[in-house]
């Protein structure tokens, strides 16, 4: 079995793969100052509950965002699982994606892997929106390279500024978008600004780099096709006109692809 594990600043997500099969995932928080061995609980409970033990895993590979869990979880996987995890950089990629960033080296891991699962997936151009800690819009061509993207604050971050700075608006739960655009009290507003504001944000910024993308036929031919991932993909997709699907595992889709790859050589 594979394990694949994405540590995001406010989330990580683990998966495990029996071949191409997704067996199971789980969505914990991040914890920056765990150990490995309050890792190993956790992580063999949530296996213990689909009948998956330790031992089963014979690969890990990783992306992460977050520095301080490097040591934390390279310390598990040599602990508890006899084994030197695959850090997944922008330099352990470029033979399945070519990377047309100034500097690959900036580009987080967790939007290349997205990008690899996206077109692995779909094969022509595409805007890869994953909702985390950032929003970021990532664009594909149609020949499979990275062209690069945009990064916005994300959605919680917004509204826990907004909570935080203006002191008479009260703290509002993002679980379900008012009926209406125009809030008749505090509450909807809030809620209208921050999700309809939110998708308005995103069919903006898609519209925009479609246009870009299409203006270069090196790059796209045809409409290139929007992708949402993330925690709340589900909820900004059903108010965006230009998210086409959501697709929740990509990124552990993308792990597996590009661990297919180098344990395969």
């Not at 765990?34 to 063999?44: C, G, R, V």
Request: glycine residues 6%.
């Amino acid at each position: 079995m594979l394990l694949v594990i994405d540590v995001g600043n406010t989330n990580i997500v683990l998966g495990v793969f029996g071949g191409d099969t997704l067996i199971n995932d789980w969505r914990i928080r991040t914890i920056r100052d765990t150990t490995a061995d309050e890792f190993n609980i956790l992580a063999k409970a949530l296996f213990a509950d689909k009948g998956i033990k330790l031992s089963d895993i014979k690969n890990v590979v990783i992306s992460s965002v977050v520095p301080p869990t490097v040591p934390i979880l390279d310390k598990f996987c040599e602990k508890y699982l006899k084994q030197k995890p695959l850090w997944i950089q922008a330099s352990s990629v470029r033979d399945l994606m070519p990377i047309l960033y100034n500097n690959p080296a900036e580009v987080g891991a967790d939007r290349i892997v997205n990008a690899i699962a996206a077109y692995n997936r779909y094969k022509k151009s595409l805007i890869v929106i994953d909702f985390g800690t950032a929003t970021t819009f990532d664009a594909i061509s149609e020949k499979g390279e990275y062209l690069g993207g945009a990064i916005v604050p994300g959605i919680m971050i917004s509204s826990e500024a907004l909570f935080q700075r203006a002191s008479r608006l009260p703290r509002v739960e993002m679980f379900m978008p008012p009926l209406y655009v125009i809030g008749k009290d505090t509450i909807d507003s809030i809620k209208s600004g921050v999700m309809h504001g939110n998708a308005a944000l995103v069919d903006g910024m898609v519209q925009r780099m479609k246009k870009e993308m299409m203006a270069n036929p090196m790059v796209s031919i045809s409409e290139p096709m929007v992708i949402a991932t993330g925690g709340l993909a589900p909820l900004i997709a059903d108010l965006s006109e230009s998210i086409e699907l959501v697709d929740s595992a990509l990124t552990l889709e993308g792990l597996r692809i590009i661990s297919h790859s180098i344990f395969s050589k």
